[in-house]
């Protein structure tokens, strides 16, 4: 990574304000049902205090749109750190003012302050000058290791780091650079990319920007159909893009052009709604009835695509293969995720989706890389400068 890395300052006695993203799913409940960012987060916060900082976090959770929502206070965060860190974290209610400047301002080296829900202030999304400036003025550096938030031009990924002395990169968001830079500068071969989930439209950039690299493209979940329909297949009523049909013809021509190899699904599970105890059936080939949607890959595709990981030494996995939410329809994307875990193959996957598939089936353990960010892989895989990286100082 050529940014200025929190590994690269001289953090002792510094006040350091860190963008963590605590953005977890919680309940109903208000309790956090998913760790995985809080985690990811901790290495970066663990280098701070025994290196003797004082540690200002910051995130965003959910979207209170501007105004302060009881429900999305950082509190259950706070617990949870506490408890992962061991050690008492005072916690504000709010992200900047008075009462916050005096706590930073007693903050004792290695100890760790978290501030309220930074999108609690409209101007966070308005990425506005003076609220970044007033975040700034609490710390000395700046550490973005919020990845997950790292595509939005917000104030505190974006506009507070041309206010502190130094912004660096932190632990997290170094790691995520370093694997899909894996994929994107220059990968391992065989390169094989998955590519599932509900669109075309949002893997299209992904396509264009990986088709010189990639050795094969594989397709599966509702996005398949749209690619499947546009080669003359009967789809049934499966989910297509119909105004996406002639786009994805180009990219088959294009895909094929540049010599990569391209599977799309030979057989699926189909059902006539897409609801828990639905009858379901297997079709024979390619083609689906009318009245029957395509919901999730059938074992020979399963087989295709598991022929075709094998060997590889690069796997990027982006979106389930069907609707991996409902059991009758989950085998498609568990399978194949199984076999991934079982491969020697460098094995990167996409937020979002694809992670909690792959935490649902157990192996997330033996995968390289589980990205902490959706939205932000994509983009970056997209070949887009992602706007919280580029604020950072150079190396
Ligand atoms: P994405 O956010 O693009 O990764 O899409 C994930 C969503 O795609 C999940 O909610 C899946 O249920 C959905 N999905 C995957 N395959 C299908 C399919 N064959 N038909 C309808 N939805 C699907």
């Known amino acids: 990574?050529?940014?200025?890395?929190?590994?690269?300052?001289?953090?002792?006695?510094?006040?350091?304000?860190?963008?963590?993203?605590?953005?977890?799913?919680?309940?109903?409940?208000?309790?956090?049902?998913?760790?995985?960012?809080?985690?990811?987060?901790?290495?970066t916060i663990k280098f701070l205090t025994t290196h003797g900082a004082k540690t200002i976090l910051i995130s965003h959770l959910g979207r209170p749109k501007g105004r302060v929502v009881e429900s999305l206070r950082l509190t259950p965060i706070q617990k949870i750190l506490e408890?992962?860190?061991?050690?008492?974290?005072?916690?504000?209610?709010?992200c900047i003012g008075p009462q916050v400047t005096a706590a930073v301002n007693s903050l004792q080296n290695a100890e760790v302050l978290l501030l309220e829900n930074v999108r609690f202030h409209p101007e966070e999304e308005a990425n506005d000058e003076e609220f970044a400036k007033k975040l700034a003025a609490l710390a000395d550096y700046?550490?973005?290791?919020?990845?997950?938030?790292?595509?939005?031009?917000?104030?505190?990924t974006c506009a507070v780091a041309k206010y502190t002395e130094k912004a660096a990169a932190g632990l997290l968001l170094e790691k995520e650079i370093n694997f899909l830079n894996q994929a994107t500068r220059h990968p391992k071969h065989p390169f094989v990319t998955l590519l599932g989930g509900a669109k075309v439209s949002d893997k299209i950039g992904v396509i264009r920007h990986l088709i010189d690299k990639v050795d094969t493209f594989i397709v599966g979940g509702a996005m398949a159909y749209t690619f499947l329909k546009a080669s003359g297949h009967d789809i049934g009523d499966s989910k297509v893009e119909e105004d996406k049909l002639d786009l994805a013809n180009e990219l088959l021509r294009e895909i094929e052009k540049q010599g990569v190899r391209v599977l799309l699904p030979v057989d699926h599970v189909i059902a006539q709604e897409v609801k828990e105890g639905a009858p379901t059936?297997?079709?024979?080939?390619?083609?689906?009835?009318?009245?029957?949607?395509?919901?999730?890959?059938?074992?020979?595709?399963?087989?295709?695509?598991?022929?075709?990981?094998?060997?590889?030494?690069?796997?990027?996995?982006?979106?389930?293969?069907?609707?991996?939410?409902?059991?009758?329809?989950r085998k498609g994307t568990f399978?194949?995720?199984?076999?991934?875990?079982?491969?020697?193959?460098?094995?990167?996957?996409?937020?979002?989706?694809s992670a909690s598939a792959i935490h649902m089936s157990g192996v997330a353990h033996k995968i390289s890389h589980i990205s902490t960010g959706g939205g932000a892989s994509l983009e970056f895989l997209e070949g887009r400068e992602l706007p919280g990286v580029a604020a950072l100082n150079d190396k």
């Open 142 to 156: 700046y550490v973005n290791d919020a990845f997950g938030t790292a595509h939005r031009p917000h104030a505190s």
């Open 335 to 353: 399978e194949i995720v199984r076999f991934l875990a079982s491969t020697q193959a460098v094995t990167i996957i996409g937020g979002g989706d």
């Open 281 to 329: 059936r297997i079709t024979e080939g390619v083609d689906i009835p009318n009245g029957w949607k395509g919901l999730d890959v059938g074992p020979k595709t399963i087989k295709l695509f598991e022929g075709s990981i094998k060997g590889a030494a690069l796997v990027l996995w982006n979106g389930p293969m069907g609707v991996f939410e409902l059991p009758e329809y």
């Open 83 to 94: 408890k992962k860190l061991k050690m008492p974290i005072k916690k504000m209610d709010d």
């Open 1 to 43: 990574m050529d940014k200025l890395s929190v590994l690269n300052l001289s953090v002792r006695g510094k006040r350091v304000l860190v963008r963590a993203d605590f953005n977890v799913p919680m309940n109903e409940a208000g309790e956090v049902t998913d760790r995985l960012r809080i985690n990811e987060s901790l290495p």
